[in-house]
């Protein structure tokens, strides 16, 4: 099992530019979560996804954050015109509820794609 | 709103000897509360999760407690190494997600 694979590791753009980061979930979980590192705020929920749909996105900060979710393997958030104080680091989880520690939602992370933005 | 804190200031242990993290909660007791290690420039990595009728658990020389009088978890790590040297988040459940708490630096000089 590869794990949570997400691309780009690094990105480095201008303001204004559009970014698109991309996830692969762990094969058969059906959660799907986008966070938000900094160290001023720490690790911040973005959106969550079940089985494909996605339940939750108060967390995506406005308009210019999107995310999708076109089937059980693939994940895109996206951020349009992209602004220095978007610079993160963003990570991609997934889980099966429930699936371990039964009644728990233990999540698996990807290793994160750090965006900066000048 | 429920909250998770953690001492933000860096833990700096002797190797050998047991380093004690601390995570605290607001608010009502989550039904389990989950350890994760995170390494520089990696993503969080589950380590051990206790439930709120669990005093304490084990895994090798990991130990975490919930105290839910006290509102607060602890974890143990006995007999530190310098690669224990990372920083660790406390997380508690609610509803579908995870709230997380900012994450404890720990340092193990040898």
């Known amino acids: 099992d590869a794990g949570v694979i997400q691309s780009p590791r690094h990105e480095v753009t201008e303001m204004g530019q559009e970014v698109t980061l991309r996830c692969k979930p762990i094969s058969g979980h059906n959660s799907l979560f986008w966070y938000r590192q900094t160290m001023m705020r720490g690790l911040e929920l973005l959106i969550y996804f079940n089985n494909n749909v996605p339940i939750d996105d108060s967390g995506m900060p406005e308009d210019r954050f999107s995310a999708k979710m076109p089937n059980a393997s693939f994940s895109t958030l996206k951020i349009q015109p992209s602004e220095p104080r978007d610079s993160a680091v963003y990570f991609c989880?997934?889980?099966?509820?429930?699936?371990?520690?039964?009644?728990?939602?233990?999540?698996?992370f990807g290793a994160g794609s750090r965006l900066t933005v000048l | 709103s429920q909250k998770i804190e953690q001492n933000s200031e860096a833990l700096n242990i002797q190797e050998g000897k047991t380093a004690t993290l601390t995570c605290n909660y607001t608010?009502?007791?989550?039904?389990?509360l989950q350890w994760y290690r995170q390494d520089p420039g990696r993503g969080p990595v589950f380590l051990l999760l206790i439930r709120e009728n669990e005093k304490e658990k084990r895994k090798e020389r990991l130990k975490v407690t919930f105290d839910t009088t006290l509102k607060q978890s602890l974890f143990h790590i006995t007999a530190s190494q310098p690669a224990d040297s990372a920083t660790y988040l406390c997380?508690?459940?609610?509803?579908?997600?995870?709230?997380w708490g900012a994450g404890t630096k720990l340092i193990i000089k040898p």
């Open positions: 989880a997934s889980s099966i509820p429930g699936r371990r520690e039964s009644g728990a939602n233990v999540l698996t």
């Open positions: 608010n009502y007791s989550p039904a389990y």
């Open positions: 997380a508690r459940d609610s509803n579908y997600q995870l709230i």
